[in-house]
C-alpha cells in the first residue's frame, strides 16, 4: 500500500516541469533555435511539459475478498482483542499521469489516503471483522476511500488544466527571448534584409508608411548545417504588400469595368501595377516583378522572398498543383506567400470552405495561420516541406468574387 497525495505541492511538481522544459531550450544548440521555427519549438516544448491529468474510472474492474487477523475493540470492556476477519479490495482502473496521485492540490481533503497503484489500477482495501463478509457494509466504505481520492483527482486536474493552458504563452516567450538574444549576440540585425521602401508618389487609398526592412531569419534546407541569415520580407513589409493586394480585390469586385474582359494575367498585371505604385525597390522603379504568366514576386539574385500567385477556382486538384508551384518557387524557410483565388462561381459562399479543406489536405500543410478578420477575404496557412519539416512558408490565401464577362 502507497500513501498518496503526501510527497509535496503540486504546484511545485508542475513548475519543476516547465524549468526542464526551459533548460532543454537553454541546452538546444543555437543554430537550432535560430533555424527552427519559434512555433514549432513551442509545440514540442510544451507537449514535453503538458501533464495528463488522471481519470478514474466509474466501476471496479475486480477485486476479492481473503481470510486475515483484524483487531477489535469491545466497547463493554474497553479492550482490543486480534480476531478473525476478512480484508476485501476492488480494483479500478485509471489514465493520465501517475505521478499527480503523489502531489497534494492547491484545493484538498484533510484526510490521509493509502491504495496500491500498480500498471495504471488503484486498488482499495478494507477489513472486517467475522468471517462473513457484509456486503452493504463493505461497498460503502470501498466507495467512499475511492470517491476521496476522485474528489483529490479532480481538485488535481482543475490545477493540471489551468498550467497546460498557460504553457504556450509561457514557452513563446521565453523562446522568442532565447532567440533574440542569440541573434543580438551575433550582431547581425540589420545587417541582411531586402530594401523595400514605399513610393513618395504612392496612391492615397493604402495607408502605409516608410518602413525599415528587418530580419527574417532562415537557414538552408539542411538543419544540420550551421545557421546562417538570410534575406526576406519583415512581417510588417509582408502585411503591408498583403494590404495592397486586398485593395486591388476590392477594386476588382466594386468595379466590374477593371476586369471586365480580362483573363488570368491581365488581373495579375493589375494587382502588380498596384503593388509597384505603393512601393519601390533600391536599385530599379519595379519591386513587384513578373514571371510567366500568373506570378508576382520580388526577387533578390537568383531567390524569391515573396511570389503571389493568381489562379481562378477550378476544383481542389487545380489548386493543389497551385499549392506546389508555390512550394517551387519559394526555397528558403519562413517565407512569405500569397495565394490570390478568383471565384467567378455565384455559390462563392461554399468556395471558401472548400479553398480551406484544400489547402489543409495538402501535404506541405503544417498549421492554420493567425486569424483573419473576414475568412471571405483572405485565410492564414503555415506550409512545411515533405524535404525539410522545418522550413515553414506563410501563405495568405486571398479572395476576389469576380465577374469578368
Not at 503538458?50 to 469491545?74: F, L, M
Not at 482490543?80 to 505521478?99: M, P, Q, R
Not at 495538402?362 to 525539410?388: C, I, M, Q, W
Amino acid at each position: 500500500m502507497s500513501q498518496l497525495f503526501n510527497r509535496g505541492e503540486l504546484s511545485d511538481y508542475l513548475s519543476s516541469r516547465l524549468r526542464s522544459c526551459l533548460g532543454r531550450l537553454e541546452a538546444m544548440h543555437e543554430d537550432e533555435v535560430l533555424a527552427r521555427s519559434t512555433d514549432d519549438i513551442v509545440a514540442a516544448l510544451a507537449e514535453a511539459a503538458y501533464v495528463e491529468p488522471v481519470k478514474v474510472g466509474a466501476d471496479a474492474v475486480d477485486g476479492g475478498v481473503s481470510e486475515t487477523k483484524v483487531e477489535s475493540y469491545d466497547r463493554f470492556d474497553g479492550q482490543s482483542y486480534v480476531v478473525a476477519g476478512l480484508k476485501i479490495h476492488a480494483v479500478f482502473e485509471y489514465s493520465g499521469n501517475t505521478e499527480i496521485l503523489y502531489y497534494r492540490p492547491s484545493t484538498r481533503l484533510l484526510t490521509s489516503f493509502n491504495a496500491e497503484i500498480r500498471n495504471n489500477t488503484i486498488t482499495v482495501k478494507i477489513e472486517q471483522a467475522g468471517s462473513t463478509p457484509n456486503p452493504t457494509v463493505a461497498k460503502d466504505a470501498i466507495n467512499r476511500q475511492i470517491d476521496q481520492i476522485r474528489t483529490m483527482v479532480g481538485h488535481a486536474s482543475t490545477d493540471i488544466t489551468a498550467f497546460n493552458a498557460t504553457l504556450d504563452t509561457r514557452i513563446r516567450s521565453a523562446v522568442e527571448r532565447r532567440k533574440e538574444f542569440l541573434q543580438n549576440r551575433r550582431d547581425l540585425a540589420g545587417a541582411l534584409g531586402f530594401p523595400l521602401k514605399r513610393r513618395s508618389d504612392a496612391p492615397a487609398p493604402v495607408p502605409l508608411h516608410r518602413k525599415a526592412m528587418g530580419v527574417s531569419r532562415s537557414s538552408s534546407a539542411n538543419p544540420r548545417l550551421p545557421y546562417k541569415d538570410e534575406p526576406a520580407l519583415t512581417e510588417a513589409q509582408y502585411e503591408d504588400a498583403i494590404s495592397v493586394i486586398s485593395s486591388a480585390l476590392l477594386s476588382m469586385e466594386r468595379t466590374p469595368s477593371v476586369v471586365a474582359g480580362k483573363n488570368e494575367e491581365e488581373l495579375r498585371d493589375y494587382i502588380l501595377f498596384m503593388l509597384n505604385g505603393t512601393f519601390k525597390g533600391s536599385a530599379t522603379g519595379e519591386t513587384f516583378v513578373k514571371s510567366g504568366k500568373t506570378d508576382v514576386l520580388i526577387r533578390v539574385e537568383d531567390r524569391h522572398v515573396f511570389v503571389g500567385e493568381c489562379k481562378w477556382w477550378k476544383g481542389a486538384k487545380a489548386l493543389d498543383a497551385a499549392i506546389g508551384q508555390l512550394l517551387g518557387y519559394l526555397p528558403w524557410r519562413d517565407e512569405k506567400a500569397s495565394l490570390i483565388i478568383f471565384i467567378d462561381n455565384k455559390d462563392a459562399s461554399a468556395v471558401f470552405d472548400k479553398v480551406e479543406a484544400s489547402v489543409k489536405a495538402h501535404s506541405a500543410y503544417k498549421r492554420a495561420g493567425k486569424a483573419s478578420s473576414d475568412g471571405t477575404r483572405r485565410r492564414n496557412f503555415v506550409l512545411g516541406h515533405p524535404e525539410d519539416p522545418e522550413r515553414e512558408i506563410q501563405l495568405a490565401v486571398m479572395f476576389a468574387v469576380v465577374d469578368t464577362k
